[in-house]
């Protein structure tokens, strides 16, 4: 009974909603519309795929810009991790990175409309599973230097997350947390797959 009191004493409710509502915050910053604009480049959502993550700020020619946005989209999930975790809340970081990713995918600057995930994503694996994240690196690797697809890359390495995590995570049940986004990961790439399938897909590196 104390435990249950404890759970939704005033004090600790009010850390839960910092927790959903600042980590969400922190992942709906969508780092390719503002550093393309700041760049001088217009909106990258009138751009290529007219996606705001860092395959789509690449087709502008500017690596730099893209790799600026690849970092700060997976720091998003990492710093939400470890600033729950600099406060003490060990039980709340799956919680902060669930919130960030979602911040990513459905930011509410952009109408909702925000970014695939694939950073973000990535960043949490490095937060929470570190061996996880160079599993995923080395899928999405190999499969982008095979195929030249980055698409195909992060959904391939996607799959490979929820297995590895629940090899390497102490905590098994994360597995399922990250099986959950990489289903939202996904259905956000649905217009990939779709091109996957015609053989219209854009490779990396290619503009327009």
């Given at each position: 009974?104390?435990?249950?009191?404890?759970?939704?004493?005033?004090?600790?409710?009010?850390?839960?909603?910092?927790?959903?509502?600042?980590?969400?915050?922190?992942?709906?910053?969508?780092?390719?519309?503002?550093?393309t604009k700041a760049a001088g480049l217009g909106d990258i959502r009138a751009i290529g795929s007219g996606n705001i993550g860092a395959t789509n700020v690449l087709r502008t020619g500017k690596k730099g810009l893209a790799f600026a946005t690849l970092v700060l989209?997976?720091?998003?999930?990492?710093?939400?991790?470890?600033?729950?975790?600099?406060?003490?809340?060990?039980?709340?970081?799956?919680?902060?990175?669930?919130?960030?990713?979602?911040?990513?995918?459905?930011?509410?600057?952009?109408?909702?409309?925000?970014?695939?995930?694939?950073?973000?994503?990535?960043?949490?694996?490095?937060?929470?599973?570190?061996?996880?994240?160079?599993?995923?690196?080395?899928?999405?690797?190999?499969?982008?230097?095979?195929?030249?697809?980055?698409?195909?890359?992060?959904?391939?390495?996607?799959?490979?997350?929820?297995?590895?995590?629940?090899?390497?995570?102490?905590?098994?049940?994360?597995?399922?947390?990250?099986?959950?986004?990489?289903?939202?990961?996904?259905?956000?790439?649905?217009?990939?797959?779709?091109?996957?399938?015609?053989?219209?897909?854009?490779?990396?590196?290619?503009?327009?």
């Amino acid at each position: 009974m104390s435990a249950v009191m404890e759970l939704v004493s005033p004090d600790k409710i009010q850390i839960l909603l910092v927790v959903i509502f600042g980590s969400y915050l922190l992942g709906s910053i969508p780092f390719g519309v503002v550093l393309t604009k700041a760049a001088g480049l217009g909106d990258i959502r009138a751009i290529g795929s007219g996606n705001i993550g860092a395959t789509n700020v690449l087709r502008t020619g500017k690596k730099g810009l893209a790799f600026a946005t690849l970092v700060l989209d997976g720091l998003k999930g990492t710093a939400a991790v470890l600033i729950v975790r600099g406060l003490g809340e060990p039980d709340l970081e799956m919680l902060a990175g669930l919130c960030a990713f979602f911040g990513h995918l459905f930011p509410v600057w952009l109408r909702f409309n925000g970014g695939k995930g694939v950073a973000t994503l990535l960043g949490l694996l490095a937060a929470l599973c570190w061996p996880a994240a160079l599993g995923f690196i080395a899928v999405w690797l190999s499969t982008a230097y095979l195929s030249r697809y980055s698409s195909l890359a992060a959904l391939l390495a996607s799959l490979a997350v929820p297995p590895m995590v629940y090899f390497f995570s102490p905590d098994g049940s994360e597995a399922f947390v990250f099986a959950f986004l990489v289903a939202f990961l996904w259905l956000k790439h649905s217009t990939n797959i779709a091109r996957l399938w015609a053989g219209t897909e854009g490779k990396i590196g290619a503009k327009g």
